[in-house]
């Protein structure tokens, strides 16, 4: 059976308070992108993992849809499968792909194996294997809060408008990211924020992370700049980058960043 996880953008992201497990309550929009990864499962003698696309750093042990086969046989006995991820989603660019790949992860073996699990359990278990992975059980357009594992429904439909989303040569590290920033204890103010016109959004809803991730590489803030040159309503970098999204009223001409950067249009 296959599936295809899709990406993410973080529209506004305020990191609230620093937490005693090391982790941040925050307050985000996640909305769901049309970047895809293909993720296979086949009957197997013996658990194995293999991957095709953009190289995956790390071992494979460490893969999250390995850790998720492990995680969900604690309690259910599963057979060995044969793993195979096609990666296409850019990687450490803030499009939360692995915790895509570990929530479809899941929702494939409940499917393949008739395991019952109820949205709730899966969205518990995905909760287990990183703070964003939680929301690709559903990857509805949320706002969400606490670790960015807890959710409110919301009506955004972005669909009439053009997104892109432009890669620049640069690895930001979710750890890092979080190190350089400063918590700011006002919550709330983005689920208002929001349901304003998106001609609104570059006044008031702003990404802790570009302060101090812009700071340490200059390129991303161009990227932002030449969006916004290029007639975006709004710009911004996603979640801990190093990823920027534009959203426009017409597909604009973006050659000049293609030449130093991916660039997908209409995502
Ligand atoms: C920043 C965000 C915004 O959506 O996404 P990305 O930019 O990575 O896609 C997320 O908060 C990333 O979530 P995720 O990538 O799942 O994080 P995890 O694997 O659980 O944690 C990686 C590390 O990030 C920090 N972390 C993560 C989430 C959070 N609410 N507070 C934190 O401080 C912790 O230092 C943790 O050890
Ligand atoms: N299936 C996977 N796909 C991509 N990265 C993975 C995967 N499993 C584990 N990882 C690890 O997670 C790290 C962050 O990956 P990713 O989710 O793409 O970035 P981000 O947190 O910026 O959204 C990678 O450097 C990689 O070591």
Redesign the pocket.
């Known amino acids: 059976m296959i599936t295809f996880p899709n990406a993410k953008i973080?529209i506004g992201?305020n990191v609230i308070q620093r937490r005693a497990d090391?982790?941040?309550n925050?307050e985000?929009v996640f909305y769901p992108i049309n970047i895809k990864d293909a993720l296979e499962i086949l009957p197997a003698d013996k658990l194995s993992f293999q991957s095709s696309g953009i190289d995956i750093p790390g071992r494979m042990e460490d893969n999250l849809c390995i850790k998720g086969y492990h995680l969900i046989k604690r309690d259910y006995d599963l057979p060995p499968v044969k793993i195979h991820l096609h990666k296409n989603i850019p990687i450490g660019a803030?499009?939360?792909g692995g915790?895509a790949d570990a929530a479809f992860f899941i929702k494939l073996l409940n499917q393949t194996f008739a395991l019952d699990l109820t949205i709730e359990q899966m969205t518990d278990y995905a909760r287990q294997l990183?703070?964003?992975?939680a929301f690709f059980i559903e990857s509805k357009p949320v706002y969400a809060f606490g670790?960015?594992d807890e959710f409110l429904a919301l009506n955004l439909d972005l669909s009439r408008h053009k997104i892109v989303l432009v890669m620049p040569e640069a690895h930001v590290s979710?750890?890092e990211?979080?190190r350089g920033v400063k918590a700011a204890p006002v919550q709330g103010v983005l689920r208002e924020q929001i349901l304003e016109p998106i001609s609104e959004w570059r006044h008031n809803i702003k990404n802790d992370f570009e302060n101090s991730v812009f700071r340490n590489h200059p390129v991303i803030r161009g990227v932002k700049a030449a969006l916004y040159e290029a007639g975006a309503l709004y710009a911004s970098m996603?979640?801990?980058g190093a990823s920027v999204f534009g959203i426009f009223n017409e597909t604009p001409d973006l050659l000049v960043l293609e030449k130093t950067n991916r660039v997908f249009y209409n995502v």
């Open positions: 973080n992201l090391g982790y941040h925050l985000t803030g499009l939360g915790s990183g703070a964003d992975c670790k960015g979710t750890g990211a979080y996603s979640g801990s």
